[in-house]
């Protein structure tokens, strides 16, 4: 199983960005998509997930980013809105594809002042 993401760039504050990741391989059934970010020197942190008909943000995300997913192309997205500087990481795909956790390899995002 292979999690490809797109859609990382250099923006700046309060611009858009969305990003995208495709699972591929040999999927029977996904659980959770989601997004998680790692800034410079700080931990990975979860920024959204999605499964079983709920979804999850972190609280400093809340209001400015979606997350949705296609099922039926394993795709999941993370639209971002008016983005912060202190959004800047590195922006890693995760799903649950029983038995394992997936990730992909990351994307940078980077937001300018």
């Known amino acids: 199983v292979q999690l490809v993401e797109s859609g990382g760039g250099l923006v700046q504050a309060g611009e858009s960005l969305k990003l995208s990741c495709a699972a591929s391989g040999s999927i029977s059934s996904i659980n959770d998509m989601g997004w998680y970010r790692q800034a410079p020197g700080q931990q990975r942190e979860l920024v959204a997930m999605t499964g079983g008909g709920s979804t999850n943000y972190v609280d400093s995300v809340k209001g400015r980013f979606t997350i949705s997913r296609d099922n039926a192309k394993n795709t999941v997205y993370l639209q971002m809105n008016n983005l912060k500087p202190a959004d800047t990481a590195v922006y890693y795909c995760?799903?649950?594809?029983?038995?394992?956790?997936?990730w992909g390899r990351g994307t940078q995002v980077t937001v300018s002042s």
């Open positions: 995760n799903a649950v594809i029983p038995p394992l956790i997936h």
